[in-house]
């Protein structure tokens, strides 16, 4: 029997993840998922259905606010799951969210323009990597269209990381969307560029995009590359900072692949 935060506890392991801040309970209540310093919308995310349902929380001495959430029996989805209708209405229903709209904006007033993602890609960026060929190619083509894709951008409430490993499918057929942490106030085409290059074969992007409820045009696009081109360069630079040079290397094939347009 374990004791935390003043309950005794059957159980309770780490959760993995490179935080260490999150870990798996057992008692007589139940099981639970525990996060420490969770993302301060966690209630609006519970509330809305877009996670799994928030039990309590404890706020700490050292000011720390652990949260607990009921543990959802599941699957995460499959690269082809990705593909399910469902996948589609979640994200229409948190991208159109004035709950979360309001809340993130009341937390972080900031939002990401695109100067701050181009900013946000070439700091730090170490000088092996800016003479790559192709990351200097992505960097021209973002720095090109920049002014472009600033002309069409509504701000919205996007998750920023919707890759498979974030999609639980309970054992109760609940659909939810987990690990809030880098969520940000950008351009919608944060979240479908990664969505539509990483899942969706490129003739099905038009019936895809209608189905969220967008129109596939010429500045779309432009859209689409100009995000998923910052998400492979930030996810190279954070392969090459933490040593794992055989991830940064597929990712490289990646940025090639979204340079000559083609899905990953």
């Not at 706020?59 to 082809?80: C, M, P, S, Y």
């Not at 994200?91 to 969210?97: A, E, F, K, N, V």
């Not at 209608?210 to 689409?224: D, F, N, R």
Request: with cysteine; glycine share 4%.
């Amino acid at each position: 029997m374990t004791n935390y935060l003043g309950r005794q506890w059957d159980d309770l392991q780490p959760a993995g993840g490179e935080s260490g801040q999150a870990y798996f309970a057992t008692n007589h209540e139940g099981k639970f998922f525990l996060k420490r310093n969770s993302t301060p919308f966690l209630a609006v995310l519970s509330a809305e259905g877009f996670v799994p349902r928030l039990k309590w929380t404890q706020r700490l001495e050292n000011g720390d606010v652990i949260t607990a959430q009921k543990w959802a029996n599941g699957h995460l989805f499959t690269h082809e799951e990705m593909t399910s209708p469902r996948v589609i209405d979640m994200m229409q229903r948190i991208h159109t969210s004035r709950a979360l709209n309001i809340l993130l904006k009341k937390i972080d007033a900031h939002v990401m323009y695109p100067n701050d993602w181009l900013t946000h890609v070439k700091t730090d960026m170490a000088d092996v990597l800016s003479l790559h060929p192709q990351i200097k190619q992505a960097l021209r083509y973002l720095e090109s269209n920049q002014t472009l894709v600033a002309s069409a951008m509504t701000a919205v409430v996007c998750h920023g990381d919707v890759n498979h490993n974030n999609w639980l499918l309970s054992d109760e057929d609940e659909l939810f969307l987990v690990d809030w942490d880098g969520a940000v106030l950008s351009d919608v085409s944060v979240d479908l560029s990664m969505l539509l290059y990483r899942y969706i074969p490129k003739e099905n992007w038009s019936n895809w995009l209608e189905t969220y409820g967008m129109s596939m045009t010429p500045l779309l696009q432009v859209k689409l590359k100009w995000y998923m081109l910052c998400n492979v360069i930030l996810t190279i630079k954070t392969k090459h900072n933490s040593g794992h040079l055989n991830e940064m290397n597929k990712w490289l094939i990646k940025l090639e692949k979204v340079l000559n347009d083609e899905e990953l």
